[in-house]
């Protein structure tokens, strides 16, 4: 029985290694209509693919029977290792499959992990705007997002700089550029594209968007989400700031904006959701900075909210421990009741009447002086 066999008749018998059985089906390039009808059958991955299930197996079957699929795919198994690795580079060089962005592995190498990302999507523009102006929708994006240190416009003066088209149509540009970048960089999705995005750039993309993906409920507060990719880079937030959140962006996720203090969020959530982050950090942060400076445990807090509720839904307390860790003002102290953080408590008054709750005795003016100061001097605050 041949290889082409086994997978043919889906009876798992073609070693494979995990790690190629995890890779979408578009790696594959078997085509749009193809995968479009094995997406349909719930058959996303290779693994899918050489165990169908009994219902859509004779279906899988004469899919691949079809001249064109069982060509590519006789290819793909003489790039099969013994242990059922698969040289993917000979593989797309095998099938005219280009790999993006051009350049050799050690190039690639040396380079910042998000440099390798911006170096891509140029790639990825000259391929899906090659019928029209590539270029002009780099610069689109650059200038919408602030790419490489350009300066961000907005619609209206990115419009009047490309020969005066109008602002609807610098952002039908910008939304289809960014479009293909998350189908070829996020999704993974090829079966309509002669070009395949280079694997290492693809694990850069997924390392810095786990950051996010990964984290509890989705979301995280912009800050802490920077410092942590700079981590990972081994570089100055400031290098790689818009080419994260560009990336973040290109992948679906969602930043919320409050006034300083308050720090954005990114996630990934429903309108329902995105309402309740909105209309909830804000409550959290003006009633432990301005109107309590005093820690308070969380049924506490939960009912001082819902009292004071007007015009939203009350709170839950699921949803008060989710909203606590997005709100940069606020700390869980180490008796797990929610306060300021002391930086951000607003006016001395309030910052007086935490140091004589915290201290449970007298303090000279002296004493809380120093300690305003010592506290001030820790994040840069202005001394008494």
Not at 238 to 264: C, H, M, Q, Y
Request: aromatic share 6%; hydrophobic share 40%.
């Amino acid at each position: 029985m041949t290889k082409f066999d086994k997978l043919a008749q889906g009876i798992g018998q073609l070693l494979l290694s995990d790690t190629v059985r995890s890779c979408p089906i578009d790696d594959l390039h078997l085509g749009a209509r193809v995968t479009d009808i094995l997406n349909a059958m719930g058959i996303s991955t290779i693994g899918d693919l050489v165990a169908p299930p009994d219902e859509n197996r004779m279906k899988v079957v004469n899919i691949l029977s079809r001249t064109d699929v069982r060509k590519t795919l006789t290819i793909f198994y003489g790039c099969l290792s013994e242990t059922g690795d698969a040289d993917w580079y000979e593989f797309w060089r095998s099938t005219g499959i280009q790999v993006i962005p051009e350049t050799d592995a050690e190039e690639l190498l040396g380079r910042q992990p998000l440099d390798k990302v911006i170096a891509t999507v140029k790639a990825i523009l000259q391929h899906e705007f090659a019928g029209s102006d590539p270029e002009r929708a780099w610069t689109i994006l650059r200038h919408r997002f602030k790419l490489e240190g350009a300066k961000k416009y907005t619609l209206h003066e990115l419009g009047d700089a490309c020969d005066g088209i109008t602002r609807q149509r610098i952002n039908q540009i910008e939304t289809k550029a960014l479009v293909a970048v998350r189908q070829a960089l996020i999704a993974r999705k090829y079966a309509k594209k002669r070009y395949q995005i280079h694997p290492d750039v693809l694990k850069t993309t997924r390392t810095f968007c786990d950051l996010l993906e990964l984290a509890p409920n989705q979301a995280m507060i912009e800050s802490d989400l920077l410092d942590s990719a700079a981590q990972i880079a081994g570089t100055a937030v400031s290098k790689i700031e818009s080419t994260l959140l560009f990336l973040l962006n290109a992948a679906g996720f969602d930043r919320i904006d409050f006034d300083d203090p308050l720090k954005p969020i990114w996630g990934k959530w429903g309108a329902a959701q995105r309402n309740l982050v909105k209309g909830y950090v804000p409550r959290i942060h003006r009633l432990f900075t301005v109107t309590n400076p005093l820690p308070m445990g969380k049924f506490d807090l939960l009912v001082n909210l819902n009292k004071g509720a007007r015009g939203i839904e009350n709170l839950t307390m699921t949803e008060l421990q989710y909203l606590i860790p997005l709100c940069n003002s606020v700390e869980v102290n180490e008796n797990q009741e929610v306060q300021a953080k002391f930086r951000y408590l607003d006016g001395r008054g309030n910052q007086v009447e935490r140091l004589l709750t915290e201290t449970s005795q007298p303090m000279t003016v002296h004493a809380l002086t120093r300690e305003i100061n010592h506290q001030s001097a820790r994040y840069g605050g202005t001394k008494v």
